[in-house]
């Protein structure tokens, strides 16, 4: 599908302003398509994208009814949720969930509603569908069954609801996000703050994968999901280099130009990051299968390269 097939076609972009979302953006834009933002606060919203002339607002607390405005986009892409790389309290852990789950499901819900319904829904997911709990070197491909824990049950519901689509003629793509590297946001940031310090090194025990993608690749694997007809089903968005934590440590002191021989214990990231310290301090090896039989090709498909990209700017 070349430029001209996209040009003028509208895309629905929700949880644009987060910093994924705000990239995902970016990029569809570069792909000719035209986008409508919606968010919880439009006017926020404006001022980030001062470009953009389309908003609505969508709050799945409010029940935002959408089906009005999916008669008229050719795709959505749903990247609505509450920051996971902080402090939980109960209720935030309660809106982690729903600010994912629910939102997809209005979302289909007002599919059901159309006239006219969209030809494409991309929807955010997390290789939390593997869970934290399992202690396995297996390769993790889209396959691979979910996870027993928190993660496992909670990215199989929120797929669940996005897969929903796919029996109203809907082509459903879910992207299970690894960690995405990126210099403004998510766990890059913090963990480059603590090599700043000089206490920087392997979150223990060290051996666990730590499965990531560079944003120019986590962006653009969603805008291929958005343009191929042939992308359908689960995408693990992850390198090729999986590495487990001590290399993935070795590599951003080498960049940094820091030392990496301290340990870190898993409760100082609790400290920093609460229950999301699982996704650093426990990891499997989640393999981006399907993206390399469809032939995607990684700007970044290894470690020093991604952070040079990054750190060195």
């Known amino acids: 599908m070349g430029t001209t097939d996209i040009e003028g076609k509208k895309v629905l972009v929700l949880g644009a302003t987060g910093c994924i979302g705000r990239a995902v953006v970016s990029g569809l834009e570069n792909s000719g398509y035209s986008i409508i933002i919606g968010s919880r606060d439009p006017e926020r919203a404006k001022s980030v994208f001062p470009e953009i002339k389309s908003f609505i ?121 690894s960690v995405v590297l990126t210099s403004e946001c998510g766990a890059l940031p913090q963990l480059v703050g603590v090599f700043k310090k000089g206490i920087g090194g392997p979150i223990r025990p060290g051996t666990q994968w730590f499965p990531w993608i560079h944003v120019y690749d986590e962006v653009s694997l969603i805008v291929n999901a958005v343009k191929n007809p042939a992308y359908t089903g689960p995408f693990n968005a992850s390198a090729p280099d999986v590495p487990r934590m001590k290399d993935f440590a070795s ?54 390269p991604a952070l040079e990209n990054l750190l060195k700017r």
């Not at 609790?270 to 700007?299: D, H, N, Q, Y």
């Open 57 to 177: 607002e969508f709050d799945h607390n409010k029940k935002t009814d959408l089906s009005s405005i999916l008669e008229e986009v050719h795709g959505v892409v749903n990247l609505t949720g509450a920051q996971i790389f902080q402090k939980w309290t109960s209720e935030y852990k309660k809106e982690i969930v729903s600010s994912r789950v629910e939102s997809t499901r209005l979302i289909v819900e007002a599919m059901e509603r159309c006239g006219k319904r969209p030809s494409v829904l991309v929807n955010g997911s997390a290789s939390g569908f593997y869970g934290y709990d399992r202690v396995t070197d297996e390769p993790m491909t889209e396959e691979s069954k979910p996870g027993n824990d928190f993660w496992g049950d909670m990215v199989s519901k929120w797929e669940a609801e996005a897969m929903k689509a796919e029996s109203l003629g809907v082509r459903v793509v879910t992207i299970r996000t």
């Open 251 to 304: 590599s951003l002191g080498k960049v940094m130009g820091k030392g990496s021989r301290f340990p870190i214990p898993v409760f100082i990231i609790r400290l920093l990051m609460g229950e999301s310290a699982s996704i650093l301090g426990k990891g499997t090896r989640v393999v981006p299968e399907k993206a390399v039989k469809m032939g995607f090709e990684f700007k970044y498909p290894e470690l020093d």
